[in-house]
């Protein structure tokens, strides 16, 4: 998972950072000289509530003096790319059907997110995924799904993905008592659209859509219907931290927030091109004995397949797969479900 952290700070230029893992957790830590000798209170707006802007949220709550609001634009809560889903059988509404439909598991390749997956293995929020891995004999390590199955371990939720980002935020607000001089506010269904920066006070003014309009299954055509244009947010900030680099992209791109070209074009040059996956959510009535839990293909259709009932936390309810392919196969498996 890569993303990107933009903070402005008073006079103090914007910082771009990159990083790997849990990005926020090693950006958002440069930046804590900055915050400890703060005097005044001072307002962070947090755009994305996935594992970045949780723990984004997380660090920054442990200073005095930050009203922190972090708004998210999911359908259901935060989580970001660390979504998952659940439905209830049209045959049988007592047989769940769960599936991740957004990052699968993760690594952890430094020693400082190692310290991190132990401290949420200790507490419950993650588990080792340890299953019947498997790929394609013709595929090189180098083409494999992130690294599955030769570069392990692999760890997961301890309840779906998405509940990563809800726990690491449970504990942040648990830390602010009611005498505690920071705050944390949340605000799920809103789509930062736009930001300006005061040139005379440094602040920042973000606008925002809801509803329907701002969520990102959302059909265009429902927007459109839907979008009674931008509203301001009540207040400026200090700073922002931008979790997901689409929202350098242009308005086209329903997680565009619009930001400065300049630094915006930084972005994009850093990042190059990004390529779409598509994926498809499966269950199956009755037990398949599909001899894997999980796989890297070298084929023309699929890169990747997931067993959602052989993650910890998930088992039980019909058997769920998840599959993933690239832009390239969509014509082939168009080809092979109509």
Same mark, same amino acid.
């Given at each position: 998972?890569?993303?990107?952290?933009?903070?402005?700070?008073?006079?103090?230029?914007?910082?771009?950072?990159?990083?790997?893992?849990?990005?926020?957790?090693?950006?958002?830590?440069?930046?804590?000289?900055?915050?400890?000798?703060?005097?005044?209170?001072?307002?962070?707006?947090?755009?994305? $509530?996935?594992?970045?802007?949780?723990?984004?949220?997380?660090?920054?709550?442990?200073?005095?003096?930050?009203?922190?609001?972090?708004?998210?634009?999911?359908?259901?809560?935060? !989580?970001?790319?660390?979504?998952?889903?659940?439905?209830?059988?049209?045959?049988?509404?007592?047989?769940?059907?769960?599936?991740?439909?957004?990052?699968?598991?993760?690594?952890?390749?430094?020693?400082?997110?190692?310290?991190?997956?132990?401290?949420?293995?200790?507490?419950?929020?993650?588990?080792?995924? /340890? !299953?019947?891995?498997? +790929?394609?004999? +013709?595929?090189?390590?180098?083409?494999?799904?992130?690294?599955?199955?030769?570069?392990?371990?692999?760890?997961?939720?301890?309840?779906?993905?998405?509940?990563?980002?809800?726990?690491?935020?449970?504990?942040?607000?648990?830390?602010?008592?009611?005498?505690?001089?920071?705050?944390?506010?949340?605000?799920?269904?809103?789509?930062?659209?736009?930001?300006?920066?005061?040139?005379?006070?440094?602040?920042?003014?973000?606008?925002?859509?809801?509803?329907?309009?701002?969520?990102?299954?959302?059909?265009?055509?429902?927007?459109?219907?839907?979008?009674? $244009?931008?509203?301001?947010?009540?207040?400026?900030?200090?700073?922002?931290?931008?979790?997901?680099? +689409?929202?350098?992209?242009?308005?086209?791109?329903?997680?565009?927030?619009?930001?400065?070209?300049?630094?915006? /074009?930084?972005?994009?040059?850093?990042? $190059?091109?990004?390529?779409?996956?598509?994926?498809?959510?499966?269950?199956?009535?009755?037990?398949?004995?599909?001899?894997?839990?999980?796989?890297?293909?070298?084929?023309?259709?699929?890169?990747?397949?997931? /067993?959602?009932?052989? /993650?910890?936390?998930?088992?039980? !309810?019909?058997?769920?797969?998840?599959?993933?392919?690239?832009?390239?196969?969509?014509?082939?498996?168009? +080809?092979?479900?109509?």
């Amino acid at each position: 998972m890569d993303g990107w952290v933009i903070l402005t700070y008073g006079e103090i230029s914007p910082l771009l950072k990159k990083t790997s893992d849990v990005p926020a957790i090693s950006a958002i830590h440069n930046i804590s000289p900055l915050i400890c000798v703060m005097t005044k209170k001072k307002t962070v707006a947090i755009i994305g $509530g996935g594992i970045t802007g949780a723990s984004a949220a997380q660090t920054l709550a442990k200073y005095d003096n930050i009203t922190i609001h972090l708004f998210d634009q999911g359908r259901r809560g935060v !989580g970001g790319r660390t979504s998952s889903r659940s439905a209830a059988s049209s045959m049988n509404s007592e047989t769940p059907m769960r599936w991740d439909h957004g990052c699968q598991f993760f690594r952890a390749d430094t020693s400082q997110f190692k310290d991190i997956i132990q401290e949420w293995i200790s507490k419950g929020i993650v588990h080792e995924w /340890k !299953g019947s891995f498997v +790929s394609s004999k +013709s595929l090189q390590p180098d083409r494999e799904f992130f690294g599955l199955p030769s570069t392990p371990p692999f760890y997961v939720a301890n309840d779906g993905m998405q509940s990563i980002a809800k726990s690491v935020l449970n504990a942040a607000e648990q830390k602010l008592t009611s005498s505690s001089s920071s705050s944390l506010l949340q605000f799920t269904g809103t789509r930062v659209a736009q930001m300006k920066r005061n040139d005379t006070t440094k602040r920042w003014k973000l606008f925002a859509t809801s509803g329907e309009a701002a969520y990102h299954d959302t059909p265009e055509a429902i927007v459109k219907r839907n979008d009674h $244009g931008m509203d301001q947010l009540g207040t400026d900030y200090d700073a922002v931290i931008l979790t997901d680099v +689409s929202s350098s992209f242009g308005q086209w791109h329903r997680a565009s927030a619009d930001v400065p070209e300049e630094f915006a /074009k930084r972005v994009r040059e850093r990042v $190059g091109a990004r390529v779409p996956l598509f994926t498809a959510m499966i269950s199956f009535d009755s037990q398949t004995n599909i001899p894997f839990d999980a796989a890297s293909f070298d084929d023309q259709v699929l890169w990747f397949a997931a /067993k959602s009932n052989s /993650k910890p936390g998930m088992q039980g !309810g019909k058997e769920c797969w998840y599959v993933i392919w690239q832009r390239a196969s969509l014509p082939i498996f168009i +080809s092979l479900i109509i």
